[in-house]
C-alpha cells in the first residue's frame, strides 16, 4: 500500500514542474502543456485524498477540471495557430504587442 | 388696441432680426426698406400713444415675469408717462429721419444690411429703456444702447482708429454703469422691488435713513443717487467721464446723429429725470449733479472752439449741451431738462447730419480745408445755419426756449448752487453760438481752401438726405414753440405735460427778472454770433494772431485739456502695464497655465513610470500573478 504522502509528493513534483515550465519556456505549446501537467498536478491530489478521505467529491471534481482542461487545450491550441498564422512564431516573447 | 404701444420696440427688434439673418444673402442693398418703414411704423405708433397720453391715459403694466428668485421679482413692464411719450417722439421721429438719412449716406457700403440691423437693434434698446417700468428693464436698454453704440462706432472695424474708438467709448461706458448696477442693486436691497412706483412712493420713507459703508455713515438716498448718476455720467459723456464721445465721431456720421447727439447720450439725462423723487430728497446728489453738469458744459464749450474736425466740434457741443441738461435736473428743473433734451435732439440731429452731408461732398472732416461751400450745397448750408441759430439760443428757434427755460430756472431756483451754475451756463450761452458759427463760416463762407480736384467734386447730396435735413430744419425752427414761456404770450404746454411725472420746480423770481436775463442771454448769444463773424469773416488774419499771442492757453485748450494724456498716464498706461506685467506674466502664464499644464503633466509623469509594467512579455504577466498569488496564500495562511 503506498502511503498518502508519496501521492501527495507526486502532485506537488507534477504541478512545481507546471509552474517552472510555464514561467521558463518561451515556446507556447510548452506553455500550454505546463499548464496541463499544472492541472494534472491538482488532479492527483484530488483523487488521493479523495481516497484517503473516503468521500467521491474530489473524484467528481477531477472529472470537471478534466472536461475544462480538454476544452483549455482546444482553444489554447487555436489561439496558437492563429498566432502563428499572424506572426510567424510560437515563441511568446517575440509578440510583445501589449507593451506599455 | 390696448397693447398697440408694444408694436414701438418690437417692430425696430423685428427689422433687427430681418436685416441680420436675411440682410447679407437676400436683401442686401434693400436693407433701409425694412429698417426704415419699421421705425415710421414705431414713429405712428409713438404719434398715437402720445395722443392717448394727452388725453390722460397712462399705461403702467406688466407683461411678463422675467426673474423669480425668492424675493426677487422682476417683471418686463412698460410705463408709458407724459415723460416717456416725450422721449418717444424724439427717438422714433428724429430716428426715422436718421434712418432715411443713413439710406442715401451709407449707400454702397458693403455693410450695409449689417449697418441697418445695428441701428434698429439700438432703437429697440432705446425704446426699452425710456419704455421700461422698472430698472432692470432699464437696465437692460441702458446696456443694450451701448452694445450697439459699441458696433456702430466701431462700424468700419478694419480702422484701427475706429475700432479703438469702440473700445474706448464702452470701456469708459462701464465705469459709469458699474456705479450704475450697484445703485439698482441697492435700490431693490432697500425698497425690495425695482419698478419704479412703488420705489418713488416709498422713497420719502427712507429719506434720512443711513447705511455703514467701511465704517462711514453714508446717507442712503444720497448713495443711491449718486451711484445712478455715475452711470448717467458715463452714458451722457460727462466729466470726467467725457473723453469717450469726441472720439465716438468715427462712426458713420448718421450713427453719431443718432446715437451720439439725439438719444443714448440723452438717456443719462431721461434716468436722472425719471427717478427725480430719488434725487429731490437728497441736496448732495442735486448739487453734485448741477455743478459736474455746468462745469462739464463750460469745458466743453471751450475745447469746441479750438477743434478743426467738423463732427467733433459738434460733439464737445453735444456734452455741452448735456452739461446744461444735468445743470437744468441739478436745479430741480427736470422739466427745463427734458425740453432741452427734445430740442437738442432736433438741432442736434440736424448739425451732425449736415456736417455729414458736408463730408459726403469734400470726403474729410477738417473745416480748415473746406469753405465756401454755401454755393455747392445751398440746403444743406440753409439747414445747417438753422440749426447753428438754434442751438445758439436766438430768439424764436427752437434752442432759445429750452435754453432760456433752463437759465432762467438756474437763476431763479433757490438751490444754493444756481447762480454759480447759473454764471457758468451764462458763459456757455457765448461759446455755443460762437463755435457754431466759427464752423459755419469756415466751413461755407469765404473761398475753398481745398485741392482743386476736391472742388471739382463738390456737390449737393441727394434728396434722400436733404429732406431729412429740411424736415429737421424744421424741428429746429418750430419744436420749440410747445414751450413758449408765459411772459411771451405762450403756454409753456411742455412744462405743464411734465408736471406729472417731474413735478415742478420752485422758482422766485419777477417778470422783469425773467426779461432781463433773457435779454441777457440773448445778447451774449447774438455777441458770440458777431464775433464769430468778426474773427472768422472779416478778419480772417485774427485767430491766428491771436493763438500765437495767446499761444500757452490756446494749446492747453486745442489738446483738450489734456485730459486724454491725463488718462493715458494713470488709468491706461498702469492698466495695461497690469495686464502685461501681472496678468499676462505672472497670473495667465505661470498660475492658469501651470495648472492646466502641470495636470496633465504630472499625470504623463507618473503614468511614465506605471506603464513600464506594461512590458508585454507574457512570462512578466505570469511571474507577476504567481508572486500575487503566493503573497495573498502567504496573506491567508499567517
Known amino acids: ?100 | 388696441m390696448t397693447k398697440i404701444y408694444l408694436l414701438i420696440p418690437f417692430l425696430p427688434l423685428a427689422a433687427f432680426v430681418i436685416n441680420i439673418l436675411f440682410g447679407r444673402t437676400l436683401i442686401r442693398d434693400k436693407a433701409h426698406w425694412v429698417s426704415c418703414l419699421t421705425i415710421i411704423g414705431s414713429f405712428v405708433v409713438s404719434v398715437i400713444t402720445l395722443i392717448d397720453v394727452i388725453n390722460g391715459k397712462i399705461i403702467n403694466e406688466d407683461l411678463y415675469t422675467w426673474i423669480v428668485s425668492e424675493k426677487f421679482i422682476v417683471s418686463v413692464g412698460f410705463l408709458i408717462d407724459q415723460l416717456t411719450a416725450v422721449m418717444l417722439i424724439v427717438v422714433t421721429g428724429v430716428g426715422s429721419l436718421i434712418f432715411i438719412y443713413s439710406a442715401g449716406y451709407m449707400h454702397g457700403d458693403k455693410g450695409y444690411y449689417r449697418y441697418f440691423a445695428y441701428l434698429s437693434l439700438f432703437v429697440f434698446f432705446m425704446l426699452m429703456l425710456v419704455m421700461g417700468n422698472n430698472f432692470l428693464v432699464l437696465y437692460l436698454g441702458w446696456e443694450g444702447v451701448g452694445l450697439c453704440s459699441y458696433f456702430l462706432i466701431g462700424f468700419w472695424f478694419e480702422k484701427k482708429s475706429a475700432s479703438d474708438a469702440g473700445k474706448k467709448a464702452f470701456i469708459t461706458c462701464r465705469f459709469g454703469d458699474f456705479g450704475f448696477a450697484l445703485g439698482v442693486i441697492l435700490i431693490f436691497l432697500t425698497f425690495g422691488t425695482l419698478h419704479y412706483v412703488p420705489v418713488f412712493d416709498e422713497v420719502k420713507g427712507v429719506a434720512g435713513q443711513t447705511i455703514n459703508i467701511l465704517g462711514w455713515e453714508v446717507d442712503l438716498i444720497t448713495l443711491i443717487a449718486l451711484l445712478l448718476f455715475a452711470g448717467a455720467v458715463g452714458k451722457s459723456a460727462q466729466i470726467p467721464l467725457h473723453v469717450w464721445l469726441p472720439d465716438a465721431m468715427e462712426g458713420p456720421t448718421p450713427v453719431s446723429a443718432l446715437i451720439h447727439a439725439a438719444t443714448m447720450v440723452t438717456a443719462g439725462v431721461f434716468m436722472v429725470a425719471r427717478c427725480n423723487p430719488i434725487f429731490n430728497l437728497s441736496e448732495v446728489a442735486m448739487l453734485t449733479v448741477a455743478v459736474i453738469g455746468a462745469v462739464t458744459s463750460l469745458f466743453a464749450a471751450t475745447i469746441a472752439i479750438f477743434q478743426n474736425d467738423i463732427k467733433r466740434i459738434i460733439a464737445y457741443s453735444t456734452i455741452s449741451h448735456l452739461g446744461m441738461m444735468f445743470a437744468a435736473c441739478g436745479v430741480g428743473a427736470y422739466a427745463a431738462g427734458i425740453f432741452h433734451l427734445y430740442t437738442h435732439g432736433f438741432f442736434k440731429a440736424l448739425l451732425f447730419l449736415a456736417a455729414g452731408s458736408v463730408i459726403h461732398a469734400v470726403h474729410h472732416n477738417d473745416i480748415q480745408r473746406m469753405g465756401g461751400l454755401r454755393k455747392y450745397q445751398p440746403i444743406t448750408y440753409i439747414t445747417m445755419l438753422i440749426a447753428a441759430l438754434s442751438a445758439g439760443g436766438v430768439p424764436g428757434l427752437a434752442g432759445f426756449f429750452s435754453k432760456d427755460e433752463i437759465i432762467w430756472s438756474l437763476f431763479a431756483s433757490g438751490s444754493p448752487a444756481g447762480k454759480l451754475v447759473w454764471i457758468l451756463i451764462t458763459a456757455v450761452a457765448f461759446f455755443t453760438p460762437f463755435y457754431s458759427f466759427r464752423m459755419i463760416f469756415l466751413t461755407f463762407h469765404g473761398k475753398f481752401r481745398g485741392t482743386h480736384h476736391e472742388e471739382h467734386h463738390l456737390h449737393e447730396s441727394p434728396p434722400v438726405m436733404t429732406i431729412p435735413l429740411m424736415l429737421l430744419a424744421a424741428g429746429a425752427l418750430g419744436a420749440g414753440w410747445v414751450g413758449i414761456p408765459t411772459i411771451l404770450g405762450g403756454g409753456a404746454h411742455i412744462a405743464h405735460f411734465l408736471e406729472p411725472v417731474l413735478g415742478h420746480p420752485e422758482l422766485h423770481g419777477t417778470h422783469a427778472q425773467e426779461f432781463g436775463i433773457m435779454g441777457l442771454s440773448t445778447t451774449i448769444a447774438l455777441s458770440g454770433i458777431v464775433i464769430a463773424a468778426i474773427l472768422y469773416l472779416i478778419k480772417t488774419y485774427l485767430p491766428l494772431r491771436l493763438a500765437q499771442s495767446f499761444s500757452g492757453i490756446y494749446r492747453i485748450v486745442f489738446n483738450k485739456y489734456y485730459v486724454d494724456e491725463l488718462y493715458h498716464w494713470t488709468i491706461v498706461r498702469p492698466a495695461l502695464w497690469i495686464a502685461d506685467g501681472f496678468i499676462e506674466r505672472f497670473t495667465d502664464a505661470k498660475i492658469i497655465e501651470g495648472i492646466v499644464n502641470g495636470v496633465p503633466r504630472s499625470i504623463g509623469r507618473f503614468a511614465g513610470i506605471l506603464r513600464k509594467v506594461q512590458t508585454g512579455i507574457t512570462q512578466h504577466y505570469a511571474i507577476i500573478m504567481a508572486a500575487g498569488i503566493v503573497f495573498i496564500i502567504a496573506l491567508v495562511l499567517w
Open chain 1, 1 to 100: 500500500m503506498v502511503p498518502l504522502n508519496w501521492y501527495i509528493l507526486l502532485g506537488t513534483v507534477v504541478f512545481t514542474i507546471g509552474v517552472t515550465g510555464f514561467l521558463m519556456r518561451r515556446n507556447v505549446i510548452i506553455m500550454l502543456i505546463s499548464i496541463e501537467l499544472m492541472l494534472n498536478g491538482v488532479n492527483i491530489n484530488l483523487v488521493s485524498l479523495s481516497h484517503y478521505l473516503q468521500d467521491l467529491r474530489g473524484q467528481i471534481l477531477t472529472f470537471f477540471v478534466i472536461s475544462v482542461a480538454a476544452a483549455e487545450a482546444a482553444i489554447g491550441l487555436a489561439i496558437i495557430i492563429a498566432l502563428f498564422r499572424n506572426k510567424a512564431t510560437a515563441h511568446v516573447d517575440e509578440v510583445q504587442e501589449m507593451k506599455g
